[in-house]
């Protein structure tokens, strides 16, 4: 479906039942928003393996403004405030209240700015791989650390040029740095970025110009907070989960030894039990 919200129209598509059959009564289920990574990417990176989540929450897969297959939107929109904002207001327009909110990766750090302009909307949050602060120089050092001076350089120049060309050094010599898994990317990764509706243009310019803090505003968050990260992520390397964790009040983290960005697929069972256990 498509839905109008804050002068745009955004891609949303729902999985699993809000009200469940319970004998003789409807039992309410939470709602999960997931918000996807990139920006320049879309909500088909959760699907299939988030939907075994859908007997204990209704999910809601959204495509954020100027991603997927959302409505073109006016550039000039494309920032943190506003992105968190269209968060809460999808929320109002399709009556969800009290919402669990997952961000993955830049999504992430949207979920965390969302739950800071709006203490006490969301009932939880779940922050999967991702930084509230960007800082150029600790991510080409995670790609040094994982993947060699070479992926440094790339992700250097990519990151602060944000050109075709760069982008392309990017994507061959640091993406496949993203998981320590010696099969990623695997026949079903691929499959799955080939499924995504891209925004390269977004992609190029956040990527290259982004120069986000949101640590001042962790201390607003005032409900359940978990924090997922993978231990050789290069992208959003462990100590960004750590700074957050220290900022959110009561946040808990967990860390995945095996994983990178991509936590879900490497160390899948545990990844999923834990979120299933947050959820309930």
Known sequence: MRVQVNGTTLYVDVEGAALE????TMREK???????????????????????????AQLVYVDQRGNGRSQDSDPATWHLDQWADDVR??????GIVSPIVLGWSWG?????????RHPGHPAKLILQSTVARWDVDRVVEGFRAEAGEEAA???????????????????????PAYSPDPAFPSEADIQAMARMTPNPELTMSFMSTARFDLRDRLAAIRCPTLVVAGSRDPI???DTAQEIAAGVPGAR??????????VPD???ERFFSLLRAFVA
């Open 153 to 175: 350089l790339a992700a250097k120049a990519f990151l602060t040029e944000g050109t075709p060309e760069t982008f392309a050094a990017f994507g061959r010599l640091c993406a």
């Open 236 to 238: 959003t390397p462990l």
């Open 108 to 116: 992430g750090a949207v979920a965390m700015n969302y739950a800071a």
């Open 21 to 24: 059959p319970d004998g003789c």
């Open 253 to 262: 983290l967990e860390v995945f030894e095996g994983s990178g960005h991509f």
């Open 266 to 268: 490497t160390e899948g």
């Open 89 to 94: 207001a999808l929320c109002d327009t399709l």
């Open 30 to 56: 939470p709602t999960l928003v997931l918000l996807h990574g990139g920006p320049g990417h879309d909500h088909t990176i959760f699907k299939p393996a988030y939907r075994q989540l859908a007997d204990v």
